[in-house]
């Protein structure tokens, strides 16, 4: 069974906090890696994507990556409270490059002012 | 950017009937559908995918004669949930692949989602 895992929160920072949420995957062969933002009633929309061990950073995003220890991180630093949303980690399971997606239940943020 | 038109955006629909989900690729051709589902507070769920011209994959303990997919244009693909119940008020949400760029999950797009209430 592939899995993704994500603490479902609610975590609650404060405006200009650094955010750090994580996320493990079961399958070890798992290439690709994704974080995707997600507002109530919204579809998620895309914020960064990570294919090799360490950090990648994006503004104010920075995606951490640790194949061995089969998680995947991200951190938001100065928090705002427009980041608030839930924040869904996606992992590429399957060989090949087809797009599929398996999603984790999503990190809710709340960024208080 | 690659847009996908995804209608309704919100459907009430009474048991027993039947609802027609649309998802246009807007500027660019689908060649791969992916139709996923999200009940409140839960993680998105793959249900299918579908190539353009082909029968849809369904993930396993998907129905796929409650849940037809059609794929029959490069442009459109459509969800039709058949006698649909309240346990199938859900999000759903299409995403695309582009014909023309294959590398990677992150240049699919996904729709706005369709949030379907059966009463």
């Known amino acids: 069974q592939k899995e993704v895992e994500q603490n479902s929160g609610p975590l609650s920072v404060p405006e200009g906090a650094i955010a750090s949420l994580n996320c493990t995957y079961s399958?070890?062969?798992?290439?690709?890696f994704f974080w995707y933002r997600q507002y109530s009633g919204k579809s998620p929309e895309l914020i960064m994507s990570?294919?090799?061990?360490g950090d990648k950073e994006d503004g104010r995003f920075t995606a951490q990556l640790n194949k061995a220890s089969q998680y995947v991180s991200l951190l938001i630093r100065d928090s705002q409270p427009s980041d608030s949303a839930t924040y869904l980690c996606?992992?590429?399971?399957?060989?090949?490059?087809?797009?599929?997606?398996?999603f984790g239940q999503g990190t809710t943020l709340q960024v208080k002012p | 950017g690659a847009v996908v038109s995804q209608h309704p955006s919100w459907v009430i629909c009474k048991s027993g009937t039947s609802v027609k989900i649309e998802c246009r690729s807007l500027?660019?051709?689908?060649?791969?559908m992916f139709w996923y589902r999200q009940f409140p507070k839960q993680s998105l769920m793959l249900m299918a995918t579908?190539?353009?011209?082909?029968?849809?994959?369904?993930e396993q303990g998907v129905e796929k004669d409650k849940f037809l997919i059609n794929h029959a244009s490069l442009t459109l693909s459509t969800l039709t949930v058949t006698s649909a119940h309240p346990e199938d008020s859900s999000f759903y949400i299409c995403?695309?692949?582009?014909?023309?760029?294959?590398?990677?999950?992150?240049?699919?797009?996904f729709g706005a989602g369709s949030r379907l209430t059966v009463l």
């Open positions: 500027d660019f051709q689908a060649t791969t």
């Open positions: 996606a992992v590429n399971p399957w060989s090949g490059n087809t797009g599929k997606l398996i």
């Open positions: 990570i294919y090799s061990n």
């Open positions: 995403r695309a692949r582009d014909r023309f760029k294959i590398s990677g999950a992150n240049v699919l797009t």
């Open positions: 399958d070890r062969v798992s290439q690709s």
């Open positions: 579908s190539n353009e011209g082909s029968k849809a994959t369904y």
